[in-house]
């Protein structure tokens, strides 16, 4: 079947614009993350939905970054009065659900941000 | 906190020999434990997963990991590299009690050298 998608795969923005970052999950997948990957670093956690929880924004780097999950299906991430510090990939991974920590994440091919 | 350090930013072998990735964590409690690799403009690609059991844990592509409580450590390794496996390698880990945060290492580049 069809695995996790993102668009737009790329995205050049000004600075101080604001930019949304979609996500499509593998259907039937509760659960979807989001995570930044900047140069040379590692994947940084932003935001966990799981079904019709509340929403983990622990990861969430400032107010100017939120995000949606409509229908417990896509979901948006988005960036307000963008910053070049912003410029990064953006990835979503969506899982099961069903088993806690234990279930696989899988991961879109991402969304690659550059603010201008 | 939840950590986890790849001590090494770059691994480099030649075909055919064994290679190694290592990993190490800190977690409270339980740690479950992934590996995950990624090819350039690609998203990452789950290999294997270490939840409870054998130590001894098999994956994709003839990858496996052996998971150490004593260490804390849980590094990859297969037995023969391939050109194929040329890519950036992660490792991951989460406690059920707080299941929606993977806490990700830096990455380890892999080079296998014909």
């Known amino acids: 079947g069809a695995g996790v998608s993102q668009s737009p795969s790329n995205k050049v923005t000004e600075k101080g614009k604001d930019v949304e970052l979609r996500c499509d999950p593998i259907s039937g997948h509760t659960a979807l993350y989001w995570y930044r990957q900047s140069l040379g670093q590692g994947l940084e956690f932003l935001i966990y939905?799981?079904?019709?929880?509340?929403?983990?924004k622990s990861g969430l780097p400032s107010d100017r970054f939120s995000a949606e999950r409509t229908g417990g299906s896509v979901s948006t991430l988005t960036i307000q009065r963008t910053q070049q510090e912003d410029s990064a990939v953006y990835l979503c991974?969506?899982?099961?659900?069903?088993?806690?920590?234990?279930?696989?994440?899988?991961f879109g091919p991402g969304t690659r941000l550059t603010v201008l | 906190a939840q950590s986890v350090a790849q001590p090494e930013d770059q691994v480099n072998v030649a075909e055919g020999n064994p290679l190694t990735v290592k990993c190490t964590y800190s977690?409270?409690?339980?740690?479950?434990l992934f590996w995950y690799v990624q090819y350039p403009n690609r998203g990452l690609q789950f290999l294997l997963k270490?939840?409870?059991?054998?130590?001894l844990v098999k994956g994709s592509y003839g990858f496996e990991a052996e998971f150490n409580k004593s260490q804390t450590s849980f590094h990859l390794k297969k037995p023969s590299a391939l050109v194929s496996d040329s890519a950036l390698y992660f490792c991951?880990?989460?406690?059920?009690?707080?299941?929606?945060?993977?806490?990700f290492g830096d990455g380890t580049t892999l080079t296998v050298k014909p």
């Open positions: 270490y939840i409870t059991g054998d130590n």
């Open positions: 977690v409270s409690g339980n740690p479950y």
């Open positions: 939905f799981q079904g019709n929880s509340a929403p983990d």
């Open positions: 991974a969506s899982s099961l659900g069903s088993l806690g920590g234990t279930d696989t994440q899988y």
């Open positions: 991951a880990v989460r406690v059920n009690t707080n299941a929606g945060k993977s806490t």
